[in-house]
């Protein structure tokens, strides 16, 4: 299986990428993972010697290939005309690879909205898909929650959100190891009669469909770990993803001011600040190591700008597990099973 | 100035509003509020005589009078049945008091869609306002943010927007004494450019206006104390709402948890209890005591159904400072100013 890294994506790239390329072969050398790490040859060769080094291990040539490619697009290129004008960034080369079927899958850290336009151009919607959605595991009380869209679609029609629930739901079940994973219609009111014009045309489409749709649900239900994959507009999904990280940083910070306030607790702190640390890890959506960018002939999932290399070896075996249980086809086979059976909401 | 206050409101009903009355006047004993009690006349006057026992007061028939109110409309009512077929219900009494100005505010912790449905058919709108708008205060790191619409408009319009924007920058100097709030456009990227059709229409309107427009906010936005008033429609602003609620107690439970398991921790635990029930009072959007719908003609605020007396009594004094602070006269002399100078945009 072959997994084009954009070693050039991220804010500390490319170190925490070929960091992250080696710690994924350090932790299953005899996996059939190869690395095609995209990005200046020289650059990269003198890092990976770098990290070879560090972790005292030679990664053979059939789990890892450098792949030359002279550009970088950066965060703040504007995203579809850095992919037009920069034909020789790892962001184009790597989802061309995929396109072309020179690799099974494409991972980037990088400017994300780059990243989804060279996806698209290069590797292509699936046959049947109308639009493809990023899709973020957001931390719950028991697990994770799939929310989809995440920003792709500002503005949905109910086959979008009916899409996003066929292809969260194989997701879900493939990759997370949810069994018959309860799918969820971001609402305003748990009843058919409640929400916006968009979802109560969804409602319907989605309680006909063969996914096993729990109804609407309520924001609260996505922390109460009440929905498996949560679907909305791109524009909802997005707004609830960066309220919810911001909301986390703040009571975060507000608990340890609290707690810094008590003296009787001043002995404590240092296994405070521990335990909240390592809480913190687990809820955070960096640890999952990436978002898919599902509906897309290929697995392509973009990872945090701030990712660290752990994040970006975690983002390698997600990819790795989307490979090999089939994601795409998956995906594939469901959508035109559906339109064949629904012609008139086909399009 | 006379509060007419809905004495069956809330899932504790009537003590609660009973004890918030009684507590409100022993804190203020010579404020100018008048509290109109609403609900059945011989249950409130064994209620009001228990709690002047209590806490050893009696109030004077100028600060308190019992309106005696022979129906209930309850949390599982269907608003607008209720406000039709109950019209001697507390909360239709209620409004009707404000619309035939035998009272200043309207104050219920019951059944928000019934209270939102009889002030619009009691109180009526302001001229001009298009559609009226349920607000929050929501807690942030340095602060509150009023964040408008919560629910009352799932599908709105940029003039609705618009009207949110000067509504809620009303309220926010006024009642919060935020001067010259930063008004922001909830959307998915800080650019003009981004959003969806709503927000893309919206951003003119309101950079054209003379609120103090910041331009869009991103989710994070708001707990990062970057907006005074983050104007959304009411399908956003409610998913955040409830999300943000949702997400708050998930993350309390699992400090807690993680805390529990570190031994070094367990000396310390009552006091980190402490510390954090602390905080979360200080955070918990139902000490402000109620979330003002603006856009009708009278000051009306609704509560959570599970508010304690404290969040009573704390809605009385939010109400009273909206009275006092001429809000509603003052929305509807900023409305009128807009259109009269924007009669395309009027409607």
Redesign the interface.
Known sequence: MKIALDAMGGDNAPSINVEGAVLAFKQKPSSKIKVLLIGPEKLLKEELAKYEKKYKIKIPAQNLEIVNAGEVIDMHDHPAQAVRNKKDSSIVIGAKLVGEKNADAFVSMGNSGAVMTAALLHMKRIDGVHRPAISTEFP??DGRCLILDV?AN??CKPIHLLQFGIMGSIYAQKVMGIQNPRVGL???GEEETK???L?LATYPVLKKSSLNFIGNI???????SNVDVAV?????G??????????????????KK??K??P??W??LP??W???K??RK??DPEEVGGAPLLGVNGVCIIGHGSSGSKAVKNAIFTTARAVSKNVTSEIKEEIANFNTANPDLAG
């Open positions: 719950t009380q920003g500002a503005d971001v609402s305003i929400g916006n014009e979802t309520e924001g609260r239900d996505i922390p109460k909305c507009d791109g524009f909802v997005n707004v609830i993803l960066k309220f919810g990280e911001g909301l986390g940083r703040m009571l975060f910070t507000l608990i609290a707690l306030k008590h009787m607790v002995a404590a296994f405070i521990l335990a909240l390592g809480l687990k809820i």
